[in-house]
């Protein structure tokens, strides 16, 4: 589902002041994993955007903090190192699995993300920082549906079990 809203998204585009040293590391990076530098490009803007928005929630701040003010704050004071869990076709996660983690978990090109029942609002909203990049997220009645949407990002789909 996600390369098919690529592929739906995709055009040509012209970005001007690219620095030329980062352009060649993600060519080279490009090649090693046999896909385009586009392709690529289009993932790290994607992770950049949800990085940024959740700026002020790592660092302990509210999330509508003015962006000036949450610009102030070093990265070095984050109070919370985020968890990364990506590049996975199925994942389905627990309660266990959210209580477990170190930080905020930022999931990101996850192709079914389900949340077990197990999973509720004020959990969810504890632990998970952003879901970015995902085809599919699944949901149960139990969680509330906003909650999830008001952390996601380049999603294909969201489903609702009962």
């Not at 589902?1 to 490009?30: K, T």
């Not at 586009?38 to 790592?58: C, E, R, T």
């Not at 869990?85 to 627990?94: A, D, K, N, W």
């Amino acid at each position: 589902m996600v390369g098919v809203l690529e592929e739906r998204n995709s055009r040509s585009v012209l970005i001007r002041n690219v620095d030329y040293g980062a352009y060649a590391e993600l060519s080279a990076l490009a090649k090693r994993l046999g896909t385009s530098v586009g392709a690529l490009a289009s993932q790290a803007f994607k992770l950049l955007v949800g990085l940024a928005d959740a700026g002020p929630m790592l660092a302990g701040l509210p999330a509508d903090t003015p962006a000036l003010l949450s610009n102030l704050l070093p990265v070095t004071r984050l109070k919370r190192k985020p968890v990364f869990v990506r590049h996975v076709g199925r994942l389905v996660v627990s309660r266990e699995d959210l209580e477990k983690a170190s930080g905020p978990i930022f999931f990101f090109g996850i192709g079914e993300l389900v949340f077990d029942p197990s999973v509720d609002t004020k959990l969810f909203e504890e632990k998970v920082l952003r879901i970015v990049d995902c085809g599919k997220v699944v949901i149960h009645r139990g969680l509330d549906k906003l909650a999830v949407l008001e952390r996601a990002l380049f999603i294909g789909e969201v489903e609702e079990k009962v």
